[in-house]
């Protein structure tokens, strides 16, 4: 199932024109290369959100060993 690039309505795979509001569908060989830079690009996102993560945690340990090093008056 798809969804019309102009007018959101769902619809079958394959077809040229919505049923909805007529407008052109994009063909099978644009779909697969979105699908396809879709996949790569959450792939980028999961990358970003772990190299996140893992500063994150850096920044913590540090601040948790500065923390211990000062003096307690």
Excluded: V
């Amino acid at each position: 199932m798809g969804f019309c690039i102009s007018c959101g309505q769902q619809h079958q795979d394959g077809i040229r024109f919505c049923r909805f509001c007529g407008n052109q569908q994009p063909g099978e060989q644009l779909l697969a290369r979105l699908r396809q830079e879709a996949e790569q690009i959450h792939y980028m996102r999961l990358q970003a959100q772990a190299l996140a993560q893992q500063q994150q945690q850096q920044q913590q340990y540090s601040q948790n060993q500065y923390n211990q090093q000062q003096p307690r008056w």
